[in-house]
């Protein structure tokens, strides 16, 4: 069991960043693959990023290739996601995700269907 909480969350103009952390529970946070996944209102989730649990292969999203970066720090049990250069079109809600094995390749790794624990949310707005 892993219980996820995100925070970072918040109002910033085009063009800003902003950092958003994931704090999991538990004893086990490096055996599991942390993902990032956003929704906007009347849209599908999103994927976002992911970091694997083995060798931290790092997987993004084609509209976040290049502005956003993520990372994990497993003494901490955190994951982040520094968000660069931000638009509009990144208003969403944003979600952590965890699973010990939720695929091989982006197909899986990208769905946000493989993914057993998530947290509440983090809400990111993006004003122009």
């Known amino acids: 069991q892993v219980q996820l909480v995100e925070s970072g969350g918040g109002l910033v103009q085009a063009g800003d960043s902003l950092r958003l952390s994931c704090a999991a529970s538990?004893?086990?946070?490096?055996?599991?693959?942390m993902g990032w996944f956003r929704q906007a209102p009347g849209k599908e989730r999103e994927f976002v990023a992911a970091i694997t649990r083995n060798d931290g292969t790092k997987y993004y999203g084609d509209s976040v290739k290049g502005r956003f970066t993520i990372s994990r720090d497993n003494a901490k049990n955190t994951v982040y996601l520094q968000m660069n250069s931000l638009k509009p079109e990144d208003t969403a809600v944003y979600y952590c995700a965890a699973d010990r094995w939720p695929g091989s390749t982006i197909v899986g790794i990208g769905n946000f269907r493989a993914y057993q624990y998530w947290g509440q949310g983090t809400q990111v707005t993006v004003s122009s």
């Open positions: 538990g004893r086990t946070f490096s055996t599991y693959t």
